[in-house]
């Protein structure tokens, strides 16, 4: 079993920046790709950001060159650094990771999710 906690969410004015982690835990032999996805009242979940277990990223159109997705793999901790938020980025940021276990099994893991609101 494995396990994503995630942190760093809060309430910031608009232009401000936040960083959020993702500590991942549990029977883990490998992440491969971490991803950041949010998801907004009365809005589908969203790409937010992935990113590879060789570093590779992609970005939403609506975040590229403002957010920054990066991975510490010998702490199992993936981060997303938030700068020029605006207030439509306020919403509940989830982790994903796709993992492989020390028991042989791949699967897809989510965190609870972290609250971003960015004020006017």
């Known amino acids: 079993q494995v396990q994503l906690v995630e942190s760093g969410g809060g309430l910031v004015q608009a232009g401000g920046s936040l960083r959020l982690s993702c500590a991942a835990s549990?029977?883990?032999?490998?992440?491969?790709?971490m991803g950041w996805y949010r998801q907004a009242p009365g809005k589908q979940r969203e790409l937010v950001a992935r990113?590879?277990?060789?570093?590779?990223?992609n970005y939403g159109d609506s975040v590229r060159g403002r957010f920054t997705i990066s991975r510490d793999n010998a702490k199992n901790t993936g981060y997303l650094q938030m700068n020029s938020l605006k207030p439509e980025d306020t919403a509940v940021y989830y982790c994903?990771?796709?993992?492989?276990?020390?028991?042989?099994?791949?699967?897809?893991?989510w965190g609870q999710g972290t609250q971003v609101t960015v004020s006017s």
């Open positions: 994903n990771a796709d993992v492989y276990t020390f028991g042989g099994r791949s699967l897809t893991s």
């Open positions: 549990g029977s883990i032999f490998r992440i491969n790709a």
């Open positions: 990113i590879g277990s060789g570093g590779s990223t």
